[in-house]
């Protein structure tokens, strides 16, 4: 028996930013991995370029996901496709691109605030210095 991998992530979005959403995709080999950031980084002089490069990004993420809740005003169920997805507002399909991106490099999401620390030890006042003999009186 050998061992499989798992290699789907449900991707995780800003608090309340997609409150509902849910997005299931799968991972990616680095070299697609390193394409979509290298075409998320390039400097793009027109918007043509810029479109372009979304739409190669957009190419090789859409199948990359697996499901996706996301529902039309009537509620019937979106499809994922490619059309579906390069047809969404930048703010829905860059957020996607960026879950998809923190969940193949491994990142997680940021712990909650930490408890606060309380107190100081006591520890903390006690002298560290050699005290000096003390005197019979």
Do not use: C
Not at 37 to 53: E, F, H, K, Q, V
């Amino acid at each position: 028996m050998g061992y499989k991998r798992k290699r789907t992530h449900v991707l995780e979005f800003d608090d309340n930013q997609f409150d509902g959403l849910e997005v299931v995709a799968d991972s990616a080999s680095m070299d697609e991995y390193f394409t979509i950031r290298d075409l998320l980084d390039r400097p793009t002089s027109t918007a043509a370029g810029a479109r372009d490069d979304l739409r190669e990004i957009f190419d090789l993420l859409v199948p990359k996901l697996v499901s996706w809740n996301l529902e039309a005003e009537d509620g019937s169920p979106v499809p994922l496709d490619r059309e579906t997805f390069g047809s969404q507002d930048r703010e829905f399909t860059g957020a996607i691109v960026q879950a998809w991106l923190q969940a193949v490099q491994g990142v997680r999401r940021p712990l909650p605030t930490p408890s606060p620390s309380g107190e100081q030890s006591v520890a903390a006042s006690i002298p560290t210095e050699t005290l000096s003999a003390s005197q019979v009186s």
